[in-house]
């Protein structure tokens, strides 16, 4: 595995931001829109400071989470919630948004809705993955039921998943979708991170659903 090391987290945050801006307008220079799906959780904010100032026809680039907290927006849990303050200002904010949540509703109710706004946009440009100490991806926790349907080939777009470790119910793009973009990136901070990835590649994705993504994933690391 190609993992890419920096001296420190504004570097990385720096780097990524470059290289999925360079994806972005090369993607644009061959097709009309281009779509990108990023990761919430801790780790994307300092790159969303610096992406959001790209200079490149956001009007023509779709976003979406690569999964999402069943929360409302306002909740400072809220993947959404991040990816507006944090990605969608400066020249970001003329790129189109496209939420999972829909407020007063319960995940399976929306799901056929929320697939045929994300259809259209397949496969995704550009990918920006997170990764947990367990390593989960997305909101493809190990061992959490719907998992296996999650991982599969012939996996639907969207996944509802319960993980017991969390505190809400999630809404995910499925391992394909992930591993079907055309760039795709995963950051990871700290030594138990790294660790978790390489104990990854000896594992079953059912163990250590990261694993299901990898083909062709530009790894950024820093401590
Ligand atoms: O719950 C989530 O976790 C992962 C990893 O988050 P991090 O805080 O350890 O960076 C994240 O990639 C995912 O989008 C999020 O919903």
Same mark, same amino acid.
């Given at each position: 595995m190609n993992i890419r090391e920096y001296p420190d987290r504004d570097m990385l945050a720096i780097d990524v931001a470059n290289a999925i801006a360079g994806d972005l307008k090369m993607h644009l220079l061959h097709h009309d829109i281009a779509a990108l799906a990023v990761a919430g959780g801790t780790s994307p904010a300092p790159i969303f400071d610096d992406l959001c100032a790209a200079d490149l026809d956001w009007n023509r680039v779709? @976003?979406? &989470?690569?999964?999402? $907290?069943?929360?409302?927006?306002?909740?400072?849990?809220?993947? &959404?919630? %991040?990816?507006?303050? $944090? %990605?969608?200002?400066?020249? &970001?904010?003329?790129?189109? /948004?496209? +939420? /999972?949540?829909? +407020?007063? $509703?319960? +995940?399976?109710?929306?799901? &056929?809705?929320?697939?045929?706004?994300? =259809?259209?946009?397949?496969? %995704?440009? @550009?990918?920006? %993955?997170?990764?947990?100490?367990?390593?989960?991806? =997305?909101?493809l926790f190990p061992g959490v039921e719907g998992l296996e349907q999650a991982l599969a080939a012939d996996a639907p777009i969207l996944c509802v998943l319960r993980p017991d470790s969390q505190p809400e119910p999630r809404v995910s793009l499925s391992a394909p979708v992930l591993s079907g973009a055309l760039s795709k990136h995963l950051v990871i901070y700290g030594e138990a991170k790294r660790r978790a990835l390489e104990k990854a590649l000896s594992l079953p994705p059912e163990q250590a659903p990261i694993q299901a993504v990898l083909t062709e994933m530009r790894v950024h690391w820093a401590p």
């Amino acid at each position: 595995m190609n993992i890419r090391e920096y001296p420190d987290r504004d570097m990385l945050a720096i780097d990524v931001a470059n290289a999925i801006a360079g994806d972005l307008k090369m993607h644009l220079l061959h097709h009309d829109i281009a779509a990108l799906a990023v990761a919430g959780g801790t780790s994307p904010a300092p790159i969303f400071d610096d992406l959001c100032a790209a200079d490149l026809d956001w009007n023509r680039v779709n @976003v979406m &989470a690569t999964d999402e $907290r069943w929360v409302a927006l306002e909740s400072d849990r809220s993947n &959404a919630r %991040l990816i507006r303050e $944090r %990605l969608l200002t400066d020249r &970001a904010s003329a790129a189109h /948004f496209l +939420p /999972f949540h829909v +407020p007063a $509703r319960e +995940p399976e109710e929306v799901l &056929a809705e929320v697939e045929a706004q994300i =259809a259209p946009n397949l496969p %995704l440009s @550009v990918v920006l %993955l997170g990764m947990g100490e367990d390593m989960h991806t =997305a909101s493809l926790f190990p061992g959490v039921e719907g998992l296996e349907q999650a991982l599969a080939a012939d996996a639907p777009i969207l996944c509802v998943l319960r993980p017991d470790s969390q505190p809400e119910p999630r809404v995910s793009l499925s391992a394909p979708v992930l591993s079907g973009a055309l760039s795709k990136h995963l950051v990871i901070y700290g030594e138990a991170k790294r660790r978790a990835l390489e104990k990854a590649l000896s594992l079953p994705p059912e163990q250590a659903p990261i694993q299901a993504v990898l083909t062709e994933m530009r790894v950024h690391w820093a401590p």
